[in-house]
């Protein structure tokens, strides 16, 4: 009898610890959803530049910090107005807490492309950053015929939820976003 309610004992302080562990993972995935929509809400823009680098025109928007220390910067690529990109980098204490990018990425398709057949998909991916090795990441996208579906069906992708991907190497995806984030800074002269 003193093994069973050992095992029970045990168990239920496993289940416990895992419930406790689960319910940690969504407060700061909450924590960092809703610091970056009030941030949206109450965002004032600072300056703005534009960068023409090549064929590909990139045009910046950085915003004001505000009380909590959060500020973004927005880049719009136009890559010779074919496939449009956007990024949006939610800073705080010059560390990434977020990152949004959406637009239209095209298909690779072999020989020519047939009636009703799809050419691309119009997409948005966002990811979390909590720490170096807490990261999650959520997509959703909409396939498109042609490129000119991409700004009628914004709001029909607007509408689908997102699904959340597993990150296979949080540290690499983080130190990849930091570089990637301070490159910018510099580029910038932030």
Same mark, same amino acid.
């Given at each position: ?53 090549? #064929?590909?025109?990139? %045009?910046?928007?950085? &915003? !004001? $910090? ?7 910067? +927005?880049? =719009? ?52 950053? #909590?720490?170096?090795? %807490?990261?999650?990441? &959520? !997509? $959703? ?7 000119? +579906?991409? =700004? ?39």
């Amino acid at each position: 009898m003193k093994n069973i309610v050992l095992v029970l004992v045990v168990a239920s302080l496993m289940f416990s610890c895992q419930n406790e562990e689960n319910s940690s993972a969504m407060d700061w995935e909450q924590q960092i959803g809703k610091m970056v929509s009030e941030y949206d809400n109450s965002a004032q823009l600072d300056y703005s530049k534009t960068i023409v680098e090549g #064929n590909q025109k990139i %045009e910046f928007l950085i &915003f !004001k $910090k505000n009380s909590k220390g959060v500020y973004k910067i +927005e880049g =719009e690529y136009s890559f010779e107005d074919v496939f449009p990109l956007k990024m949006v980098y939610y800073v705080k204490n010059d560390k990434v807490i977020a990152t949004r990018f959406s637009g239209l990425s095209p298909y690779i398709n072999k020989g020519l492309k047939r009636e009703g057949q799809k050419c691309c998909s119009s997409f948005q991916k966002l990811k979390y950053f #909590n720490s170096e090795t %807490e990261v999650v990441y &959520f !997509k $959703k996208h909409i396939d498109l015929l042609s490129g000119e +579906e991409f =700004e009628s069906r914004k709001k029909e992708l607007t509408l689908i939820d997102f699904v959340k991907s597993k990150v296979e190497n949080p540290q690499e995806e983080y130190e990849q976003t930091m570089n990637t984030f301070l490159e910018l800074k510099e580029k910038l002269k932030l």
